[in-house]
């Protein structure tokens, strides 16, 4: 796999949304806002090739059209706002266990894995469906309102996790967010949907 | 062997029969009673009609009219298919993988049993070529269109899964790899619920005629463990190419799961 590097979108045009051009350095987080049904996910989904869409999109000198749909979802990773568990367990949606210390900053416990899924409410499902993908160790995360579904408490103690993430291992992140507050604790930059553009908002 | 003959007068006893129980079913409002005629209509006509092209076609014994006969039976079957999908893939392909998985498994099979295995004199002889293939297409048919209707529709439930499984990197065989372990069971299952349970819960359809036509049991058991199988080959194949298939077209060449290539089931 390629080490990677900065996240560009170069004309991407999915559903209203077109000629989307933005781009991300290692270890960036970009907010995106906007009304709902304004396409924020669908943007997402065009990023990490899961919708036939317009334009290219590059990570670091590697080109989405070039790359094998699977091989760019492994690197270019997202996080959808509802998560999905198909086996029984936790941990076998795991392909590598998770440290201890990561289950226990999400306000998990060692055997959390060997929890069954259908016991599994919102907010964990939510927790883990961001463990799951981040263990995984992508190149780039896409978050879709990844803390929408917890408290207030647990929301800013995931974000503090994910940020310090993000951080430490270089990802460039494309974040949808609602609360200012958030958008303004996490991202130096913010884009907001007003109709059929992407239009950059002043850093705050 | 003599089977005693059956005239139109005793059989409009058992049809007199089917329209008694038409009126039960009517008397008690169970609504089924119109729909019970009408198969049963159908019934006699569709047979009636097979039986004058039978005739026929054993009096001729010429391999273009087999040959058309059994083309004839597969379209029918390929359209059969198509009609008791749910979600369809759209296009053509629900007909088109259909007929070619059937005719790929049935045909092949057909005609292997008929030259390697019966060996009847010319090999193509109606008498032995048309209700084999009858039997393999019939079979083949159901599984196919069980495990393609079994396919595309969890594949439009579970989208969220399949979905979810893109997003973490997994090729598309490993994301759908469960429907299609699920939509091959649900394909073969019929044959092999009726291998299990064969002579000892059911009395197989074709043996029952051949005892009843006079030949001893022993080689009508032989002739029904054949049958059964090569049943079982042509399902088995054939249910394995359409999922196979099937499975593909549900993605792009970027590995995308694109449910815009179904239909929407009619209300």
């Keep these: 796999m390629s080490k990677g ?48 869409h317009a334009g290219e999109v590059w990570l ?42 990561e289950l226990r900053a999400l306000s998990f416990t060692t055997d959390t894995l060997e929890w069954q899924v259908s016991r599994l409410s919102t907010g964990e499902k939510q927790r883990l469906s ?75 | 062997m003599n089977v005693i003959d059956l005239s139109w ?8 029969m089917v329209v008694a129980l038409a009126g039960c079913t009517a008397a008690m409002r169970l609504g089924m009673s119109r729909s019970l005629l009408i198969a049963a209509l159908r019934t ?72 390697v295995i019966i060996g009847p004199e010319p090999w193509y002889r109606p008498q032995y070529a048309i209700p084999l293939l009858g039997m393999l297409l019939g079979n083949t048919m159901t599984g196919v269109a069980l495990a393609l209707d079994r396919l595309t529709d969890t594949a439009w439930r579970e989208r969220g899964v399949i979905e979810n499984r893109l997003m973490l990197g997994e090729p598309w065989q490993v994301a759908i790899g469960d429907l299609r372990r699920e939509a091959m069971r649900s394909g073969l299952m019929p044959m092999i619920n009726a291998m299990a349970a064969a002579g000892v819960v059911s009395l197989p359809g074709m043996m029952t005629g051949q005892i009843l036509a006079g030949t001893p049991p022993s080689l009508a058991v032989k002739y029904q463990i054949l049958i059964m199988f090569a049943i079982t080959l042509g399902t088995g194949f054939g249910t394995l190419a359409a999922v196979t298939a099937g499975s593909r077209r549900l993605f792009d060449s970027r590995e995308r799961l694109r449910l815009d290539r179904l239909s929407t089931p009619r209300t």
């Design chain 1, 130 to 204: 961001l463990l799951r993908a981040v263990s995984l160790e992508p190149r780039a995360l896409l978050l879709d309102e990844p803390t929408a579904n917890l408290d207030d408490a647990t929301s800013e103690r995931v974000e503090a996790w994910l940020v310090e993430r993000i951080r430490s291992r270089g990802w460039p992140t494309l974040w949808v967010a609602h609360d200012r507050k958030q958008i303004a604790r996490v991202a130096r930059r913010h884009w907001r949907i007003a109709s059929d553009r992407l239009e950059e908002l002043e850093s705050v």
């Design chain 2, 9 to 16: 007068w005793q059989l409009s006893l058992a049809a007199l």
């Design chain 2, 44 to 115: 006699v006509i569709q047979l009636a009609l097979v039986g004058l092209v039978l005739e026929a076609l054993f009096a001729a014994e010429r391999l273009v009219w087999v040959v058309l006969m059994a083309l004839a039976m597969l379209l029918i079957a390929g359209r059969e298919v198509m009609a008791r999908q749910k979600r369809r893939l759209l296009g053509g392909w629900a007909f088109g993988i259909g007929t070619l998985s059937m005719f790929l498994s049935s045909f092949t099979v057909a005609v292997l049993t008929l030259t």
């Design chain 1, 5 to 52: 590097g900065p996240l560009r979108l170069e004309r991407v045009g999915i559903g209203d949304l077109f000629e989307v051009g933005l781009s991300l350095d290692l270890g960036e987080i970009g907010c995106i806002s906007g009304a709902s049904g304004s396409g924020k996910s669908r943007l997402l989904r065009a990023v990490a090739d899961l919708e036939p």
């Design chain 1, 60 to 101: 670091g000198e590697q080109a989405q059209s070039l790359t094998p749909g699977h091989a760019w979802r492994r690197q270019v990773m997202l996080v959808p706002a509802e998560s999905h568990w198909w086996e029984e367990t936790v941990g076998q949606h795991f392909a590598k266990r998770p440290a201890d210390e």
